[in-house]
């Protein structure tokens, strides 16, 4: 089975300008592409921006999907033959939505976008709507892919799902700031050793809206060794070799018969009820919207 190089593309954003956002993007999915990468992940809000102070002022520059930011990416994938996601804030004219969402474009074009689930009362979250879509795996001709956004890698679960869905990797697009840096540390490996799935998270670097961002990007392989850490602060584009067919074999065996370990298929579901009982009062989003 071939092996995938993957880049992350840590980097800074300007608010509110998805013009100058796409030409940033395009020239460094070139970039990354130049490297050998056939799967190009950037940021949560790369698109955007993410200190917004209204549900109206994120509206103004959020974008249907597919839409002209996905194109424009597309056309680069397609010129390039490579894939890219990305953050962006969706709108959904059907049902008035504001969505913290990655879109996920190919060589053919637009293919799928992902809602954030898990929504921090801090930027433009305190404005978005709960991602309402069941989480899936993309293939993209060998590698099985899933997608989580920001504070989505704080709950085990999603990763979980993932990995049962059939991903090799995960990618994380986030935005962490200063206070966040206990998760820039931990997730990345903690996800990819419980679900043995390569795991990347792709966070920005700059100053918005009174928080600076760390930057501190990390790839993990599926034994849960970080492969590589971006620097805090600056710029860059890394990259990760992902093993499908290793990702697959969740049997290690270390001495057979007498110490093996699978934590995938070894589950007993069964005893995890509380897990997905209905809380009493459901998430809905917060006030601010």
Wanted: hydrophobic share 45%.
């Amino acid at each position: 089975m071939t092996t995938w190089t993957v880049a992350g593309v840590q980097m800074d954003c300007a608010l509110a300008d998805p013009a100058a956002n796409v030409r940033a993007m395009t020239a460094r999915l070139a970039a990354a592409a130049g490297r050998g990468a056939k799967l190009v992940v950037f940021p949560e809000c790369a698109l955007t921006g993410y200190g917004f102070e209204s549900r109206a002022a994120a509206l103004a520059v959020a974008e249907t999907l597919p839409g002209p930011a996905t194109d424009a990416i597309a056309r680069e994938c397609a010129r390039l033959g490579v894939w890219a996601v990305f953050g962006l804030l969706e709108r959904d004219d059907r049902t008035g939505g504001l969505y913290n969402a990655a879109a996920l474009v190919g060589p053919a074009g637009y293919v799928a976008s992902y809602r954030k689930l898990h929504l921090p009362c801090l930027g433009v979250d305190r404005f978005t709507d709960p991602g309402d879509r069941p989480l899936a795996v993309h293939d993209l001709g060998g590698l099985k892919l899933g997608i989580n956004i920001c504070f989505d890698g704080g709950f085990p679960e999603t990763a979980r799902v993932l990995t049962i869905l059939g991903a090799d990797l995960v990618v994380l697009p986030t935005n962490w700031a200063t206070n966040a840096r206990k998760m820039a540390e931990l997730v990345s490996a903690a996800r990819a050793w419980e679900n043995h799935i390569y795991y990347l998270a792709v966070n920005r670097v700059g100053d918005e809206a009174g928080f600076t961002y760390l930057g501190l990007s990390s790839a993990a392989d599926y034994l849960g060794n970080v492969v590589h850490w971006a620097p805090e602060g600056r710029e860059e584009i890394f990259t990760l070799d992902v093993d499908p067919a290793a990702a697959r074999r969740k049997r290690l065996v270390h001495c057979h018969g007498v110490y093996e370990i699978d934590r995938v298929n070894w589950r007993r579901p069964e005893m995890y009820g509380p897990l997905v009982a209905p809380q009493p009062e459901p998430f809905t989003g917060h006030q601010n919207r």
